[in-house]
């Protein structure tokens, strides 16, 4: 059974940095596509990062470009989010996602396998 799961969340005043990791047992990250997604409170859950294991591409919605970087470790099956910068708006519980395919896709139905999530609060 492939379970990711997430950790690293917790609180940070603004402008500070985190570092989330996620690990994914039952499941080979070769050919394959990881993602990043948040959900704020009242809020729908939203695409953040992806990358492919395949080409090493990396992919940032705009609310995160420039501050955060998502990087991966195949061998391990692990991919992590380093967040700097923080802004309050960045709040939200983040969730790691894991395709079946290489594909990266931003909607959630095309990402197969999800984590429990791990919440992230920045305060101003």
């Known amino acids: 059974q492939v379970q990711p799961v997430e950790s690293g969340g917790g609180s940070v005043q603004a402008g500070g940095s985190l570092r989330l990791s996620c690990v994914v047992s039952g499941y080979t990250y070769v050919n394959k596509c990881m993602a990043w997604f948040r959900q704020a409170p009242g809020k729908e859950r939203e695409w953040a990062a992806a990358?492919?294991?395949?080409?090493?591409?990396?992919y940032y919605a705009d609310s995160v470009t420039g501050r955060f970087t998502i990087s991966g470790d195949s061998s391990k099956n692990e991919l992590y989010l380093l967040m700097s910068s923080l802004k309050p708006e960045d709040t939200a519980m983040y969730y790691c996602?894991?395709?079946?395919?290489?594909?990266?896709?931003?909607?959630?139905?095309?990402?197969?396998?999800w984590g429990q999530g791990t919440q992230v609060t920045v305060s101003s």
């Open positions: 996602a894991a395709s079946r395919g290489a594909f990266c896709s931003k909607e959630e139905r095309d990402n197969d396998f």
């Open positions: 990358m492919s294991s395949t080409t090493g591409g990396t």
